[in-house]
């Protein structure tokens, strides 16, 4: 099958796909299982949970969200429509996404790495404490990232291989924003990919000094496949996009979504009047370890928290920053030693010379080979157009000093503009160095750097919202394993066996993730006030049966609506007094109040549930 090519998958991929399914499948029923022993915690959840409820045709007053990740809850509010109506239906649908994002992120892998390098790369990604915290547990972001995956790697397979495959790629990009929004700052990651192929520099360059050449060359470019293809996704994008919009305008008239995503994209500060609000710019750079592995997450108001990296984050970054700095004095010293960055290193002298050339995944043959002089060649120029080069690398660093001076002082859009600017400046001035994979490499720093950016640019700091970095930095730590393992990759005589260190390393590194995984449930403390709405509702449920006819009053309509299944009345602290004067039979408050018509029969947590006397 051509695709299977295409992705570079073969029958030797076979076993380390089921390993990676398996080990996906088990952790994400582990986690769905705590997440049931846990409790909804992210308040979120409860829109989705009565959007899918909405689909699947009853509507409980969310008409107003229905914007809100129509994906995710389509797909659950069909599974409401068979009957299975739970929290656990969410899970499993959230839970599906992930791992089919993670299968995706092996795949993509593989374009740079071997099977062992892509298998470590992706069961790091999963195990990941940040990850598992909100791994099929109703939230969108890890959906969102798995179909961001996919329409980046169908996105680099139409650039390097078929142009037919800007089709699935930018239908699944329609299909990550309208799971999560925000998924919509890929698109940078996409053009730094696109524009490393189609130099936009060198275009410049033919159109300053070859006019007549340019006009050809653009004339011909329009008449290939590539623009076809182009032009087919973005209608089929557009024509998906509309649909979508459709099926949201039937339920609202106003699209918060738009809003939503120019105040994300406008890079502004937003509200202070947020749970999440924190003036601490550098919250996820100074917390990263402890995304990365945490010994402890502890619960604040249902905002859980990661402390206390343990050691295996040391380790992972440890790996990354080493590995880079040894690819680096690599990529310095080609000239010396001829390398080639995808893990074949070829040493030129005039004498036979006896190498170690790399197999597939470590296993290392012993070969002669014959080595020429090197000849020396005169350096090509760059650019035809004479002070172009001289001129980008001066725009370059001016455009680098005022993104840095200027971060977090103006929007983030103009700084992410500037970034992306910057690399693709990059691109164009390595681009005689011949670097395999520059692309590759320089869409992750893209992807890393236009996430980190937006949300750092934010005064509304989540720590899930980081999740959108991890496949960048996972892909990195992977590259500097991958430097690494050259330089560690030699046998060992342990207990009359030669042992090669680079397949040891990896398989302590697998070992060392997937065990964190399986006892990551051990690290989170446990607040037995996450499911006190649960369980106030089900008290309610058993006290009165007849409860679906009488007015209730809540503090907090979102986890009650879904507990109750029935529309309430939102009474907050301030709105108190209508109470003695309404005909509610219930009010459930999250404090002990005094109330003149009202006497209190149950109380779970810090919740009360009080009934109207003499009914």
């Known amino acids: ?121 992706s069961i790091l990604l ?88 340019f006009k050809e060359s653009a004339k011909a470019f329009l008449k290939t496949s590539e623009v076809k293809y182009i032009i087919i996704a973005l209608i089929t994008s557009v024509s998906l996009t509309i649909i979508f919009l459709y099926f949201i305008s039937g339920y609202v008239t106003n699209l918060g979504f738009l809003s939503q995503s120019s105040a994300v994209s406008s890079g502004l500060k937003t509200s202070v009047v947020d749970s999440a609000f924190t ?48 690819g680096g004095l690599k990529l310095k010293y080609q000239k010396k030693r001829h390398i080639n960055l995808n893990g074949l290193s070829d040493f030129k002298s005039e004498n036979k010379i006896e190498t170690l050339t790399k197999t597939t995944d470590y296993k290392v043959k012993n070969e002669k080979i014959e080595s020429k002089p090197i000849k020396k060649t ?22 680098l000093i005022f993104a840095v001076l200027s971060f977090d002082k103006i929007s983030s859009t103009i700084t992410l503009i500037l970034i992306s600017f910057d690399i693709l400046i990059l691109n164009s001035l390595l681009s005689n160095h011949k670097i395999k994979y520059l692309n590759l490499d320089l869409a992750m720093i893209t992807w890393f750097l236009v996430y980190l950016i937006t949300f750092t640019y934010i005064n509304i700091k989540v720590n899930r919202y980081i999740l959108t970095v991890m496949p960048a930095f996972v892909y990195f730590f992977t590259l500097g394993l991958n430097y690494i393992s050259q330089e560690l990759d030699f046998n060992l005589n342990l207990f009359k066996h030669k042992i090669n260190t680079s397949q040891l390393l990896a398989v302590i590194l697998i070992i060392i993730f997937v065990f964190s995984a ?5 690290t989170v403390t446990i607040d037995q006030e996450i499911k006190s709405p649960e369980l106030i509702s089900n008290y309610l449920k058993h006290y009165d049966p007849d409860y679906e006819s009488k007015n209730i009053g809540v503090y907090n309509k979102r986890p009650f609506s879904w507990f109750l299944h029935k529309d309430l009345f939102g009474i907050d602290k301030y709105h108190r007094d209508y109470l003695e004067q309404s005909d509610l039979t219930y009010y459930i408050s999250n404090e002990k109040v005094n109330l003149t018509n009202y006497h209190q029969i149950q109380k779970e947590g810090n919740l009360y549930l009080y009934q109207r006397n003499n009914t």
């Not at 919250?283 to 402890?290: A, D, M, P, S």
């Not at 650019?383 to 455009?399: A, D, G, S, V, Y």
């Not at 399986?518 to 051990?522: D, L």
């Open 1 to 121: 099958m051509k695709f299977i090519k295409d992705i570079n998958i073969n029958r030797m991929d076979s076993p380390y796909i089921l390993f990676l399914l398996i080990f996906t499948s088990l952790i994400t029923i582990n986690i769905i299982f705590f997440n049931n022993q846990l409790g909804i915690y992210c308040s979120d959840v409860f829109i989705y949970l009565l959007n899918s409820l909405n689909y699947a045709g009853v509507n409980i007053d969310a008409n107003a969200t229905m914007y809100l990740s129509p994906v995710l809850c389509m797909i659950t509010g069909g599974i409401f429509r068979l009957g299975y109506v739970n929290v656990n239906a969410l899970y499993i649908v959230t839970g599906i996404f992930a791992i089919f994002g993670n299968l995706g992120f092996y795949i993509l892998l593989k374009k740079r790495f071997n099977k062992t390098l892509s298998l470590i790369g």
């Open 126 to 213: 999963f195990s990941l404490s940040l990850n598992l915290l909100w791994l099929a547990n109703g939230t969108l972001d890890i959906p969102a990232i798995g179909l961001s995956i996919w329409s980046i790697l169908f996105f680099t397979l139409a650039v390097d291989k078929n142009p037919k495959y800007y089709i699935p790629s930018l239908l699944l990009f329609v299909l990550s924003i309208f799971t999560r929004y925000t998924a919509g700052l890929i698109i940078p990651v996409l053009l730094i990919y696109f524009f490393g192929k189609y130099d936009l520099f060198q275009c410049l360059d033919k159109l300053l000094s070859d006019r007549e050449s």
């Open 279 to 326: 003036t601490n710019t550098y919250f996820y750079i100074t917390n990263f370890l402890n995304f990365l592995f945490s010994n402890n997450i502890i619960f604040k108001g249902n905002i859980p928290s990661l402390y206390n990296p343990n050691i295996i984050s040391y380790l992972v970054f440890f790996i990354t920053i080493l590995g880079l700095i040894i």
């Open 378 to 399: 005169s350096k090509e120029p760059l650019f035809k157009t004479k002070k172009l080069e001289p001129l980008l690398k001066l725009i370059f660093i001016i455009t």
């Open 518 to 522: 399986f006892t990551f449930t051990s």
